[in-house]
Structures are given as structure tokens and as C-alpha cells.
């Protein structure tokens, strides 16, 4: 069974950085697309970024682009989010998933998901 772990969230003031990690338990997942959702307090699932199988395209919600980079390395069969700027608007728990293409994660659809990490912002 394939097991997606999620780290490196936490507690950053306004305009800090973070850089989320997602490891994958089989290597079979470097063939498929991974992304990044959250879910803030009583809102919904939103699409964050995604990367393609090879790492070669990459696609972000519209608040994030300029800010975050999602990045891949298949060797060591994890993923990356690099987030900088950080507002409290960030805020939220995030989780990495792994999906058969990007479109399926833009459409929140994942077929792996990890356990999510915390991300808060403070102003």
C-alpha cells in the first residue's frame, strides 16, 4: 500500500518561508502527478500546486503563483513545496496527494493522500 507523509509545516510570521515535504513509501510513484491541496477553518479543499510525473509542468492556484514553487525529485521519491511570502490567508492544513495526472489533482482528486502538515501564518 502506497503512504504519502507529509512534513515540515509550523508557525511563521507574515512574509516567512516554509518548505513542505511529501515522501512517498514506493517508488512507483514517480510516474504519477503530485500536488498540493488545504483546507483552511471551515472552508473547503483547494487546489494549491501541482507537478507533472517528469517535473517538466508545473500549475498553481492564483494566489500562490509567484510565491510558492513545487518541485519533485524522484530518486528520493518526494515532493516538494516551497513557500515564500507567507500571509495568513496561507493558513491552513495542507496535504500532499498523488494522482494519475495534474487535471485529477486541480479536480481535487487524488488517489494517495498524505496525513497533512499545519501551516499557520501570523500577522
Known amino acids: 500500500q502506497v503512504q504519502l507523509v507529509d512534513s515540515g509545516g509550523g508557525l511563521v510570521q507574515a512574509g516567512g518561508s516554509l518548505r513542505l515535504s511529501c515522501a512517498a513509501s514506493?517508488?512507483?510513484?514517480?510516474?504519477?502527478?503530485m500536488g498540493w491541496l488545504r483546507q483552511a477553518p471551515g472552508k473547503e479543499r483547494e487546489f494549491v500546486a501541482a507537478?507533472?510525473?517528469?517535473?517538466?509542468?508545473?500549475y498553481y492556484e492564483d494566489s500562490v503563483k509567484g510565491r510558492f514553487t513545487i518541485s519533485r525529485d524522484n530518486a528520493k521519491n518526494t515532493v516538494y513545496l516551497q513557500m515564500n511570502s507567507l500571509k495568513p490567508k496561507d493558513t491552513a492544513l495542507y496535504y500532499c496527494?498523488?494522482?494519475?495526472?495534474?487535471?485529477?489533482?486541480?479536480?481535487?482528486?487524488?488517489?494517495?493522500w498524505g496525513q497533512g502538515t499545519q501551516v499557520t501564518v501570523s500577522s
Open positions: 514506493r517508488r512507483t510513484l514517480s510516474s504519477s502527478a
Open positions: 507537478i507533472s510525473w517528469s517535473g517538466s509542468s508545473t
Open positions: 496527494a498523488a494522482a494519475r495526472n495534474t487535471l485529477a489533482l486541480m479536480d481535487l482528486n487524488g488517489d494517495y
